[in-house]
């Protein structure tokens, strides 16, 4: 089981599975959105994710067609994000776990729009859009 919360710890959710893949996304909307270089984002199946408390404080906006981002309203915190064309999976933000992981990025994505000012230096593969 994994637990997670927003910064103000409104909203707490847990995880009764794994994690899916984990990715770099360092697209523009991601950078915005989290106010740094990239997100850090696993995969995670709907019915796995359950929140504890803060159904109330959870807003949601929709970034591009179809893309749905997911915050806490009180502190800004972003949980995750969805696709209405993929209901069944949501891309967790992992810098909102409060359990340990351990884990290992698949890839850099959308690495055709990072950030200028930022070097990637690790030998994990890197994709000028989505594989």
Same mark, same amino acid.
Request: hydrophobic content about 35%.
């Given at each position: 089981?994994? *637990? ?5 710890? #409104?909203?707490? $959710?847990?995880?009764? #599975? ?17 106010? &740094? ?7 995670? /199946? ?18 591009? +067609? ?13 949980? $995750? &994000? *969805? ?20 884990? *290992? #990025? ?18 994990? +593969?890197?994709?000028? /859009?989505?594989?």
């Amino acid at each position: 089981m994994l *637990k997670g919360s927003c910064l103000c710890q #409104s909203v707490q $959710y847990e995880i009764d #599975s794994e994690l899916g893949p984990t990715m770099i996304c360092h697209c523009q909307n991601c950078r915005k959105a989290s106010g &740094s270089a990239y997100a850090i984002n696993a995969a995670v /199946e709907s019915n796995k994710f359950h929140l504890n408390t803060g159904e109330k404080a959870i807003a949601e906006y929709e970034s591009s +067609p179809g893309v749905f981002r997911v915050f806490c309203q009180h502190c800004g915190s972003q949980l $995750y &994000s *969805k696709r209405s064309t993929m209901p069944e999976i949501i891309r967790l933000r992992l810098g909102t776990l409060d359990t340990a992981v351990d884990i *290992k #990025s698949q890839a850099h994505i959308f690495v055709s729009s990072k950030a200028s000012w930022h070097q990637i230096c690790d030998d994990v +593969p890197q994709f000028a /859009e989505r594989p």
